[in-house]
């Protein structure tokens, strides 16, 4: 499941406010990943990936 960011990071000027944004992600997802997009040296998307497990007998 792709879910990007719902922020305009080209607004966020402020390093330690993105880094919150990544830590929130990386506290509550639980399988999958996090991708970050870089365009000239600046951060302007951030996409969690989320995997979810079906156990099936």
Known sequence: MNKPLDLDLLKLDNH???AAHI???LQT???GSI???V???RIVQIDRHE???I???
Do not use: A, L, N
Request: hydrophobic residues 40%; aromatic residues 10%; without cysteine.
């Open 16 to 18: 330690q406010e993105i």
């Open 23 to 25: 830590i929130s992600i």
């Open 29 to 31: 997802i639980r399988f």
């Open 35 to 37: 991708e970050i997009v």
């Open 39 to 41: 365009h000239d040296g």
């Open 51 to 53: 995997k979810f497990r």
């Open 55 to 57: 156990k099936t007998r």
